[in-house]
């Protein structure tokens, strides 16, 4: 097997849901190990996963206790990080695999340190062996320093040159050290300042692609007569200013008068944004208050908007269901996102579009894909044919779906809907919106779809909304939605001009 260094396929990666926190630590054996099986006397039993990994780093772990008598156990997990070989990993990737490869070799004879975030534990505070910068969102730039403490555990100085190791996957970043070199003595330890420096201008777009991930990341290396690394990592945004602010009202009562324009524009801008960015209209249906979840820290379960846009396909219509939260997620498949519609307005659910994890829908496990699907009233269950729009480390789910799988056609006309999220880790993490919204794909109270490119710097563009004055009077829109998705994370990605 010539990728038997590679990841397997299987393998969940980092980083941490929220904080954005630097996981995993290190890589170990996982695929075809073959284990003691209980009940076969001294048959054994293949098997693969993280449930094989863990008992090979168990095993270093206890080499190390056994070659470093009176090593605290936060000085033992350092070491196994600290000399961890990433160039031992076929594929390697920070954001996979941690700081490499287990060495047992290499961790058994070495004998200094090197930790720098802290953390707390029921026995105290500790120090992991790894830097994480965490989120950071800016239209200009992001600049952290830490500092990392080596310890010699030996009976001799060691001296190490510093450099910065950045990995394949790295934005372009600039680390400074507050010393090219560094003597550890005896029995004692010293200290060095990193400083890690992002030029946002530099950081790409969330639609660059569907699942768009910024990084930046790498080792700090410590070089003498043996190597020891910290790994570290930032995950960036660009951070686009776009707003939008209309050129008119939605004033319902002027809108009746029939001497009322049947528009209204809006000026949209991007002053002031690291990078150029994208204004998509939407109709609004619903909004929902700031801070009204049961429970507390599941990030995207928050709501706070949801709107519909719709294009014509033949006869069909896709529709995009856009819902914003007020807080901000790290994967949104980790979310069950959902719009329920009510086709023939008889007060019940008909169909519930709704976006989650692709692979506990498809197999039960996991994959970290967020797919959209249909659920019927009566029980079925389909994949709509697409996957959801939501960047990581965003707001913002777009479901897209066609109007004649849920059985919406030109002669039904308007249909209702509302909307919820919930999440997978636990189902008491939900929200809701209140009451339902209406919509006609065919007749649009407010045109929507715009997709408007938006130049960074001071330049505007103008979009023109049309509006149909009978359906405004019978669909009772919200307003219009502007959906930026390289906003700031949260309630900047979605403008709303609201109608009175």
Same mark, same amino acid.
């Given at each position: 097997?010539?990728?038997?260094?590679?990841?397997?396929?299987?393998?969940?990666?980092?980083?941490?849901?929220?904080?954005?926190?630097?996981?995993?630590?290190?890589?170990?054996?996982?695929?075809?190990?073959?284990?003691?099986?209980?009940?076969?006397?001294?048959?054994?039993?293949?098997?693969?996963?993280?449930?094989?990994?863990?008992?090979?780093? $168990?095993?270093?772990?206890?080499?190390?206790?056994?070659?470093?008598?009176?090593?605290?156990?936060?000085?033992?997990?350092?070491?196994?990080?600290?000399?961890? %070989? #990433?160039?031992?990993?076929?594929?390697?990737?920070?954001?996979?695999?941690?700081?490499?490869?287990?060495?047992?070799?290499?961790?058994?004879?070495?004998?200094?340190?090197?930790?720098?975030? #802290?953390?707390?534990?029921?026995?105290?505070?500790?120090?992991?062996?790894?830097?994480?910068?965490?989120?950071?969102?800016?239209?200009?730039?992001?600049?952290?320093?830490?500092?990392?403490?080596?310890?010699?555990?030996?009976?001799?100085?060691?001296? =190490? $040159?510093?450099? $910065?190791?950045?990995?394949?996957?790295?934005?372009?970043?600039?680390?400074?050290?507050?010393?090219?070199?560094?003597?550890?003595?005896?029995?004692?330890?010293?200290?060095?300042?990193?400083?890690?420096?992002?030029? +946002?201008?530099?950081?790409?777009?969330?639609?660059?692609?569907?699942?768009?991930?910024?990084?930046?990341?790498?080792?700090?290396?410590?070089?003498?007569?043996?190597?020891?690394?910290?790994?570290?990592?930032?995950?960036?945004?660009?951070?686009?200013?776009? %707003?939008?602010?209309?050129?008119?009202?939605?004033?319902?009562?002027?809108?009746?008068?029939?001497?009322?324009?049947?528009?209204?524009?809006?000026?949209?801008?991007?002053?002031?944004?690291?990078?150029?960015?994208?204004?998509?209209?939407?109709?609004?249906?619903?909004?929902?208050?700031?801070?009204?979840? #049961?429970?507390?820290?599941?990030?995207?379960?928050?709501?706070?908007?949801?709107?519909?846009?719709?294009?014509?396909?033949?006869?069909?219509? /896709? /529709?995009?269901?856009?819902?914003?939260?007020?807080?901000?997620?790290?994967?949104?498949?980790?979310?069950?996102?959902?719009?329920?519609?009510?086709?023939?307005?008889?007060?019940?659910?008909?169909?519930?579009?709704?976006?989650?994890?692709?692979?506990?829908?498809?197999?039960?496990?996991?994959?970290?894909?967020?797919?959209?699907?249909?659920?019927?009233?009566?029980?079925? *269950? =389909?994949?709509?044919?697409?996957?959801?729009?939501?960047?990581?480390?965003?707001?913002?789910?777009?479901?897209?779906?066609?109007?004649?799988? /849920?059985?919406?056609?030109?002669?039904?006309?308007?249909?209702? =809907?509302?909307?919820?999220?919930?999440?997978?880790?636990?189902?008491?993490?939900?929200?809701?919106?209140?009451?339902?919204?209406?919509?006609?794909?065919?007749?649009?109270? /407010?045109?929507?779809?715009?997709?408007?490119?938006?130049?960074?710097?001071?330049?505007?563009?103008?979009?023109?909304?049309?509006?149909?004055?009978?359906?405004?009077?019978?669909?009772?829109?919200?307003?219009? +939605?502007?959906?930026? *998705?390289?906003?700031?994370?949260?309630?900047?990605?979605?403008?709303?001009?609201?109608?009175?």
């Amino acid at each position: 097997n010539p990728a038997f260094t590679n990841f397997a396929s299987f393998s969940s990666g980092g980083p941490r849901t929220g904080d954005s926190g630097l996981k995993p630590s290190v890589t170990a054996p996982g695929v075809s190990i073959m284990s003691a099986e209980v009940g076969t006397g001294s048959g054994g039993y293949f098997n693969s996963g993280t449930s094989m990994a863990a008992p090979q780093v $168990a095993g270093v772990a206890a080499l190390n206790v056994q070659a470093h008598p009176g090593w605290s156990a936060e000085a033992i997990s350092a070491n196994l990080v600290n000399t961890a %070989d #990433p160039s031992k990993v076929g594929n390697y990737r920070l954001t996979l695999g941690g700081a490499g490869l287990v060495d047992v070799a290499q961790s058994v004879d070495n004998t200094v340190t090197a930790v720098s975030d #802290p953390f707390e534990t029921t026995n105290g505070s500790l120090q992991e062996p790894s830097m994480g910068f965490g989120f950071a969102e800016s239209t200009t730039s992001f600049t952290g320093t830490k500092k990392i403490t080596l310890t010699n555990h030996g009976t001799s100085a060691k001296t =190490y $040159a510093v450099a $910065a190791q950045p990995s394949p996957q790295t934005v372009p970043a600039t680390v400074k050290f507050s010393t090219k070199s560094v003597t550890v003595p005896a029995g004692g330890s010293a200290t060095v300042d990193v400083t890690l420096r992002v030029d +946002m201008t530099k950081v790409g777009s969330t639609l660059a692609s569907l699942h768009a991930f910024y990084e930046a990341s790498g080792s700090v290396v410590f070089s003498g007569d043996s190597e020891l690394r910290v790994p570290y990592l930032l995950v960036p945004r660009a951070e686009a200013k776009v %707003d939008a602010k209309l050129k008119g009202n939605l004033n319902s009562k002027a809108i009746a008068n029939k001497n009322s324009p049947m528009k209204v524009d809006v000026e949209v801008t991007n002053r002031g944004g690291a990078i150029d960015a994208v204004a998509d209209f939407y109709t609004l249906g619903l909004t929902d208050p700031q801070g009204d979840v #049961p429970l507390a820290g599941h990030p995207g379960t928050d709501l706070r908007a949801l709107g519909v846009q719709s294009f014509a396909d033949g006869d069909d219509q /896709l /529709l995009v269901f856009a819902v914003n939260t007020w807080d901000r997620y790290s994967n949104a498949a980790r979310n069950e996102t959902g719009v329920d519609v009510d086709v023939d307005n008889d007060g019940t659910t008909d169909w519930t579009v709704f976006s989650v994890d692709s692979g506990l829908v498809r197999s039960g496990s996991v994959n970290g894909v967020n797919e959209v699907f249909l659920a019927e009233a009566g029980g079925g *269950l =389909y994949a709509a044919g697409f996957y959801a729009s939501s960047p990581t480390d965003n707001s913002t789910v777009l479901l897209p779906v066609y109007a004649a799988d /849920l059985g919406i056609t030109a002669e039904k006309g308007t249909f209702a =809907y509302t909307g919820y999220v919930s999440s997978i880790a636990d189902s008491a993490a939900n929200d809701a919106f209140e009451g339902k919204a209406h919509y006609n794909p065919w007749k649009p109270a /407010l045109s929507n779809g715009q997709y408007v490119d938006v130049a960074k710097g001071n330049a505007k563009q103008i979009a023109t909304v049309a509006i149909d004055r009978a359906e405004f009077a019978a669909q009772k829109p919200g307003g219009v +939605m502007v959906v930026a *998705l390289d906003n700031k994370a949260g309630a900047d990605e979605a403008i709303l001009l609201l109608a009175k």
